[in-house]
T-cell receptor, first 112, second 113 residues
């Protein structure tokens, strides 16, 4: 079946450090891939997405590249800020119109 | 633009009681989802509506959970009777038809004691 696997958290970094959160997926066909973020006290919101192989999604300094050969969609940011502290969820949509399938989430904590 | 509204924000009930959650999606969004998020896990789909029709309810425990979306707008999710393992955050989301960009409400945190 379709599934998403994320690296276990929590991830604890100092401000300005480099961030990588690993995400791999299992899916039939050619899914679209997403990163959602949940800031403290807020609802889940879309951070970035990629809809086909080799696409790069980017937003707010975060990037992720759709790698079909490794079935991965790792999230990266070159210099994290305290305000990036949140829970990050990798997700896939197997085909248009179907519901998102989420990973377990990775908690990021950034200290100054 | 108003977001997805959910109520209540918190609910504590005893096992075997019933409970209902309400969701008002973003205006014009044909697709509505209910997800269950247990502590430490990612959201898991319970049911997906397209307008007022059910698209996917394969993971809905139909012996105790029910959901409806009257007139293709607001939706309610009901649990009757509740079990301890139903303690979770219940998330409502909506999206424009066919897109993967879902807008989520803040959720209802249910505690069953």
């Amino acid at each position: 079946g379709n599934s998403v696997t994320q690296m276990e958290g929590p991830v604890t970094l100092s401000e300005e450090a480099f961030l990588t959160i690993n995400c791999t997926y299992t899916a039939t066909g050619y899914p679209s891939l997403f990163w959602y973020v949940q800031y403290p006290g807020e609802g889940l919101q879309l951070l970035l997405k990629a809809t086909k192989a080799d696409d790069k999604g980017s937003n707010k300094g975060f990037e992720a590249t759709y790698r079909k050969e490794t079935t991965s969609f790792h999230l990266e940011k070159g210099s994290v800020q305290v305000s990036d502290s949140a829970v990050y969820f990798c997700a896939l949509q197997n085909q248009a119109g179907t519901a998102l399938i989420f990973g377990k989430g990775t908690t990021l904590s950034v200290s100054s | 633009e108003a977001g997805v509204a959910q109520s209540p924000r918190y609910k504590i009930i005893e096992k075997r009681q019933s409970v209902a959650f309400w969701c008002n999606p973003i205006s014009g969004h044909a697709t509505l989802y209910w997800y269950q998020q247990i502590l430490g896990q990612g959201p898991k789909l319970l049911i997906q509506f397209q307008n007022n029709g059910v698209v996917d309810d394969s993971q809905l425990p139909k012996d105790r959970f029910s959901a409806e979306r009257l007139k293709g707008v607001d939706s309610t999710l009901k649990i009757q009777p509740a079990k301890l393992e139903d303690s979770a955050v219940y998330l409502c989301a909506s999206s424009l038809e066919g897109t993967g960009k879902a807008f989520f409400g803040q959720g209802t945190r249910l505690t069953v004691v």
